[in-house]
């Protein structure tokens, strides 16, 4: 990593614009915008709306000289919707998801690289 921790978006559950308003506030006033963002959901799960956010708020279009991407999610229903697949191709992102329990074995290595990204977040 070269010291830029990836963007990241909180979901609360909680039913309501006001807190989510609330949230937003504070990741802007507490200096973390536009890395972090907060929503809410009244079951406190992503909704495709959610996924297509996220990614309009913290993944970058490509531009002149940048290389395509590739993206990767897990099989999760809202990552499974051809927006979330064409918004990604706008932003120069291949889009490829992994399949139901494949999970535990294509996860980042926890002892070499994932403890670096949890300090940093932590």
């Known amino acids: 990593m070269n010291g830029d921790l990836p963007p990241a978006q909180f979901n609360f559950k909680a039913d309501g614009e006001k807190l989510e308003a609330e949230l937003q506030a504070h990741c802007r006033d507490r200096g973390y915008a536009p890395k972090f963002s907060a929503i809410t959901s009244e079951k406190g799960s992503y909704r495709e709306a959610h996924v297509l956010t996220f990614i309009d708020m913290h993944i970058p279009k490509i531009e002149n000289g940048r290389k395509w991407r590739l993206a990767i999610a897990d099989d999760h229903g809202p990552h499974l919707s051809p927006k979330v697949e064409r918004i990604l191709w706008s932003h120069g992102y291949a889009y490829q998801t992994i399949g139901g329990g494949v999970t535990p074995v294509q996860q980042t290595d926890d002892t070499d ?10």
Do not use: A, G
């Not at 690289?113 to 932590?122: A, E, G, H, I, T």
């Open 113 to 122: 690289l994932k403890q670096s990204l949890k300090r940093d977040y932590v």
